[in-house]
């Protein structure tokens, strides 16, 4: 049975400990070159009892993609202290069934593979093909390139949350990107427009309370409107913050031309930065490495 689990299978098992589900297009994007095989995958780990799967009911009851979370033997190679997306501090299931059956049935399931999402298209982004690579020379050599970009860390709500406890953030979700030489860390704030603008700046007090004397990364305002991120850059405007605060659009590349700093107001208003030319200060307990691998 092991020795049918592959490393790419092992890779996806960590992320599912951590992050409780992802659904079929979602797994195929970080992990597969097309959707047909990593749907042939999945079904051979679901019937192997690797992966548990569910679908969600909608209100339109159009077929929706399968979502996916350790199975039985997922969860017995990768035991999890994240056994309930809606209190981490929930006694552990009794079986992956029992898990499997708490995120379905979360309050936060759609909020939580939104915040997937952003970090998904992150690992996405990594794995395609630079589109600004400089040409070939005419002997086919490429210029000498840097390391290519990578999601060195990706860090749940609750990982963060126990991590970062003396603050007292909450933050949907905690990375390091790196590109092009820098590795920027950051938090997200996945907004679904369900709270009023005020409640979201006041999230920011922890983050200012957290940069006293850990690491500075930008906060990300991670927006469903561009009205919506319009109002709260308004609301922004002239606000002071220790830690870097930035705002973009719900879209499918975070890792691009997106991001508008709430300092460059109202001085330098629409120009939009990559995540990776965004300062971030690792802070005084950084080391020489601050980030390690996504799925570690």
Do not use: C
Request: hydrophobic share 40%; proline share 9%.
């Amino acid at each position: 049975m092991f020795r049918r689990i592959v490393p790419r299978d092992r890779a996806l098992l960590a992320l599912l400990a951590e992050h409780y589900l992802l659904s079929a297009p979602q797994i195929a994007a970080a992990f597969f070159d097309g959707r047909r095989t990593a749907q042939r995958r999945l079904t051979t780990l679901y019937r192997l009892g690797v992966l548990h799967r569910f679908a969600y009911a909608n209100a339109a009851h159009t077929s929706v993609p399968y979502l996916y979370t350790l199975g039985p033997v997922g969860l017995q190679l990768y035991p999890t202290v994240y056994n309930d997306p809606d209190n981490r501090h929930t006694k552990a299931p009794r079986s992956s069934l029992d898990r499997a059956r708490r995120i379905a049935a979360s309050a936060t399931a759609a909020h939580l593979l939104g915040v997937n999402q952003f970090f998904i298209d992150l690992i996405a982004a990594a794995r395609r093909p630079s589109a600004e690579q400089p040409a070939a020379s005419a002997d086919g050599e490429r210029p000498s390139q840097g390391r290519p970009p990578q999601l060195l860390r990706w860090w749940s709500e609750q990982h963060a949350t126990d991590v970062y406890a003396q603050s007292g953030i909450r933050p949907d979700g905690h990375g390091i990107w790196q590109a092009d030489g820098a590795a920027v860390g950051f938090f997200v704030e996945h907004d679904r427009g369900t709270e009023n603008l005020p409640r979201v700046v006041a999230k920011l007090r922890g983050y200012a309370r957290l940069a006293e004397f850990g690491p500075r990364y930008p906060v990300l305002l991670w927006l469903p409107t561009a009205e919506r991120e319009a109002n709260l850059l308004r609301l922004l405007t002239g606000v002071r913050t220790p830690m870097p605060i930035a705002t973009a659009v719900h879209g499918p590349d975070p890792a691009g031309r997106v991001w508008t700093l709430a300092a460059d107001l109202p001085s330098n208003p629409g120009h939009r930065y990559r995540l990776h030319e965004l300062p971030s200060d690792h802070g005084p307990h950084s080391g020489t490495n601050p980030g390690r691998p996504a799925d570690s």
